[in-house]
């Protein structure tokens, strides 16, 4: 360990003993941005990128669970990923595929697919829903793995899936548009039965949500770390819990 580790550390561990507990936030959604930069930066390939990226994921998680975070949305691939070409879409979606059967097998983490399946290729959905599956039962951290989402497909799809349940129904359009409203397309996202996102973390410097859980986040916070994933530490992941804290939620009161 360096000196720069060892101050780090001790950084670290001073603002976590200074962190109220009852202020954490119960819901963090993270874009994980900054894979190909940091790997550039680093002189590696972007594959080296993502998969230091995907590696990350096993501590953010561990400090989560430390702080009592309850749920954590990690946004690994949007819906326009998947038009990026085969050469780089395929080993991306290979590292995915890795990390979610880590995730899996921990064997302390709850993983739930929230984006569109039918976009992903027949490898990657049946991963994800054998990860699905297998973790059901646990205790642990609901992990949303964000796999093909996109915000706005994700209204549509909710909108869809409304439509549909009411058709099968016999509900008529006049009836639908009576009783619509916030509750009832909630009922009909990816996330549906979760607590909205507290606060939505964005590595790598970028101040914008690129369409990142565009219902959910409502009134979450917002905190903009300028770090790239890969490099993103346990320090960088406290100061966006203590700015959190601070901060007066006030919802338009």
Known sequence: ????????????????????????????????????????????????????????IRELLGWCAETDVEVVTLWMLSTDNLNRPEAQLVPLLGIIEDAVKALASDGRWRVHHVGTMDLLPARTQTVLKEAEEATRGNAGILVNVAVGYGGRQEIADAVRSLLLDHAERGTSFEELAETVSIDLISEHLYTRGQPDPDLVIRTSGEQRLSGFMLWQSAHSEYYFCEVHWPAFRKVDFLRALRDYAARHRRYGS
């Open 1 to 56: 360990m360096n000196l720069r580790d060892l101050v780090y550390g001790l950084y670290a561990r001073r603002v976590e003993g200074r962190l109220d507990h009852d202020q954490v936030p119960k819901h963090i959604g993270v874009i994980l941005d900054g894979n190909r930069r940091w790997a550039k930066a680093s002189g590696g390939t972007p594959e080296q990128g993502h998969k230091a990226g995907a590696d990350k």
